[in-house]
């Protein structure tokens, strides 16, 4: 059952609204799919937006779901919302959209419980669904160093790896440790200068630990892989990045896909003012492309 305190806080402004309601501007009637559904923000605009559009929203969080159902429910029976990850669905019909907003939403970060984030003491979490899956401590403990190292530096670009590593084994175990203790570790790797910058020394491995725990590269690989199927000729596929190995692989699928024409040449980013008002947006990126027809 979802935390009644953390449903509250998926009530967020979704990052780049406008740029994703002027995306799918000319959308037909039809079935519209959200892969990550979070509170709902992005599909309760597009169901204003379209009257034609019918909803399914997909997220593997408990407590988004139940946000989600509030926040959808003047919308009726045209929304459905599905307990999944989006790598393992497969749609009842073709959809006139399929819309993802990848990575940690505001609301999981502001929840010390789920162990995302090094700046509230929490445990070393990291789960995308709380119910399944190994936990990032779990992790910790059970990866060798020359695994953990590679991790590390693979999934968080982060040049310290491997004395962040060793570090790692050394203080080990983990899984009944807490968040504040592995950042304190990992900015002890740091030369006492590089402590102080703009950006903490534990960002790079945290967002290294929980791309690993839940996957997120491979679960994305197989969105990108399987969701222009889902399509309808002329449906539009959009996905929103927080960070360049995403975008990387957004960018790649899309040009190389000969299921799918780019509509979007480059990345939009959120506008200066969007930025001030919600800094979360500031690394935001959006791609779109559009399916193509039968023998085009």
């Known amino acids: 059952m979802a935390d009644p305190a953390s449903t509250a806080l998926f009530d967020h402004v979704p990052v780049l609204a406008e740029a994703v309601l002027a995306g799918f501007a000319c959308l037909p009637a039809g079935l519209l799919i959200d892969c990550t559904l979070g509170g709902g923000g992005h599909s309760a605009l597009l169901l204003q937006a379209h009257p034609g559009l019918r909803l399914v929203g997909l997220d593997q969080d408990p407590s988004a779901r139940a946000a989600a159902a509030e926040r959808l429910a003047p919308f009726g029976d045209r929304v459905t919302i599905v307990a999944a990850n989006f790598a393992d669905y497969v749609p009842p019909e073709p959809a006139v959209a399929v819309l993802a907003d990848l990575g940690v939403s505001s609301p999981q970060l502001d929840v010390a419980a789920r162990g995302f984030s090094f700046r509230l003491e929490g445990p070393l979490d990291m789960r995308m669904n709380p119910e399944s899956g190994e936990t990032a401590g779990e992790l910790l403990d059970r990866a060798g160093e020359s695994e953990l190292a590679d991790l590390i530096y693979a999934y968080g670009e982060e ?138």
């Open 159 to 296: 040049r310290l790896s491997r004395r962040i590593a060793r570090k790692l084994k050394e203080q080990g175990p983990w899984a009944q440790r807490h968040t504040a203790e592995l950042a304190y570790l990992v900015a002890g790797c740091y030369p006492p200068a590089a402590r102080r910058g703009r950006i903490h020394p534990a960002t790079r491995t945290f967002q290294a630990l929980r791309i690993a725990v839940n996957d997120e590269l491979g679960v994305l690989d197989k969105l990108l892989h399987s969701s222009p199927n889902w399509l309808e000729p002329g449906g539009l596929l959009a996905v929103i990045s927080f960070h360049s190995l995403e975008d990387r692989r957004v960018k790649t699928a899309f040009l190389a896909d000969a299921r799918l024409d780019r509509v979007t040449r480059k990345a939009i980013k959120a506008s200066p003012e969007e930025a001030e008002a919600n800094p979360r947006s500031r690394s935001a990126r959006l791609r779109i492309s559009r399916r193509l027809g039968e023998g085009s």
